[in-house]
């Protein structure tokens, strides 16, 4: 019997060795910062479906009267740049320490927030800690790079991004919209587009004419002409798009009649260019309505964490541009 119960014990023995291993390497594999990552994603994910938000092109956005928009441009996988403006964010009180936002005040990223850099993980994570903190005030808007295809060329947390992981990214931003249409709380004037695209209408074929009723987001059939026409009128467009920007004299803002160009950090080619990256955002102030909200630029001069105030335009363009509406 001793024998038996001796032959016994050293399968059982290295059985619950391996699984021992197996366990511990499970939750090894749970700790590395991009399953940390994919898990969230993927909640987040789940939640924003069951909002309504899957597949949505466009939202349009009513604010009251002396909220402010922090707006950030592409952000291209620079994480330095990133924590350089939400750690300013944090010094003036904007965001607590936990990332949320204080009362009236609402973040909206501009796309491509992803680049060829070695701090896509770090940058994606950060995004998603501020959406799960501030899930009706905070918008990240898809880039012309988000989409799955290009996703798979990219790197989390300096490694390439397998299948599994780079659906899981494409999934989430499935439930991002392109664009945001800004209004004070008059729904019957001429909104301003904030979106990484420029004014190609094409982009904004499929938008959506389906109410959300969450939070400040109005459905954009609020809006008829918008509902049958990609663009209608506008107030103006504020948006990311870095082929419009001369790189070589900006600081991060264009502002060129109606339209903003704003980039929060320049592409890796500029900064290998000319050997730094410059961080910047703007803060949209809303007034009763359009034409007394303003956008005021703030960037971090070269080697300074410091911010410092740039120019403040009118958000109300000077012409509008005549309805076209879509048969």
């Known amino acids: 019997m001793r024998k038996e119960g001796y032959y016994l014990v050293w399968p059982l023995a290295i059985l619950g060795g391996l699984l021992l291993a197996r366990g511990i390497q499970i939750l090894y594999i749970r700790s590395l910062p991009v399953e940390r990552l994919m898990r969230t994603l993927s909640h987040l994910t789940d939640v924003r479906k069951q909002e309504g938000y899957q597949g949505k092109q466009a939202f349009v956005l009513s604010l009251p009267e002396d909220s402010q928009i922090i707006l950030l441009g592409n952000v291209l996988g620079n994480y330095e740049s990133l924590r350089q403006i939400l750690n300013e964010l944090t010094r003036s009180s904007e965001l607590t320490l936990k990332g949320a936002l204080k009362k009236d005040r609402y973040l909206i990223m501009n796309g491509p927030f992803l680049g060829p850099t070695a701090t896509n993980g770090q940058v994606l994570e950060t995004l998603a800690q501020l959406i799960e903190q501030n899930p009706q005030t905070v918008w990240y808007l898809r880039g012309p790079q988000d989409d799955f295809g290009k996703l798979r060329d990219l790197s989390l947390f300096g490694k390439g991004m397998s299948f599994l992981q780079a659906r899981t990214v494409g999934a989430f931003y499935a439930t991002l919209p392109r664009a945001l249409y800004l209004l004070a709380e008059n729904l019957n004037e001429p909104p301003v587009r904030i979106g990484p695209y420029g004014a190609d209408s094409s982009q904004f074929d499929r938008m959506a004419c389906y109410p959300v009723n969450k939070g400040p987001i109005q459905s954009v059939c609020h809006l008829d002409d918008l509902c ?74 070269l080697g300074s964490d410091n911010f410092v105030q740039g120019e403040s335009y009118p958000l109300k363009r000077g012409k509008e541009k005549e309805t076209q509406v879509k048969q």
């Open 228 to 301: 049958y026409y990609s663009e209608g009128t506008l107030a103006g467009i504020i948006d990311s798009d870095d082929q419009k920007l001369d790189w070589a004299t900006m600081k991060g803002l264009q502002h060129a009649d109606s339209s903003w160009h704003l980039i929060s950090s320049p592409s890796l080619d500029y900064t290998l260019r000319y050997g730094y990256s410059t961080s910047a955002y703007a803060v949209i102030t809303v007034g009763k309505d359009l034409a007394s909200s303003k956008l005021t630029y703030f960037y971090a001069p």
